[in-house]
């Protein structure tokens, strides 16, 4: 069986995704025990989403409202 190990462009691709972040938040505080991102990372790259998907939406309106 094939690990992560031999995917190392997948690991690196998949972490643009926000949903990664919200699964390993939601891990992290119901098993802790289990290694996981740092939740400080975790926040970090949420709140970095948050503010572009923000900015996004905004000038999507407001090209919208323009028109």
Avoid: W
Avoid at 4 to 19: C, G, R
Avoid at 30 to 35: D, E, G, I, R
């Amino acid at each position: 069986m094939e690990g992560p190990e031999t995917f190392p462009i997948l690991q690196k691709a998949v972490l643009i995704n926000p949903l990664v972040y919200a699964s390993e938040g939601m891990r992290t505080t119901l098993v802790p025990q289990f290694p996981h991102l740092s939740i400080t990372a975790v926040l970090v790259a949420l709140l970095l989403f948050d503010v572009l998907l923000l900015v996004v939406g905004l000038r999507q309106v407001e090209k919208k409202a323009m028109s």
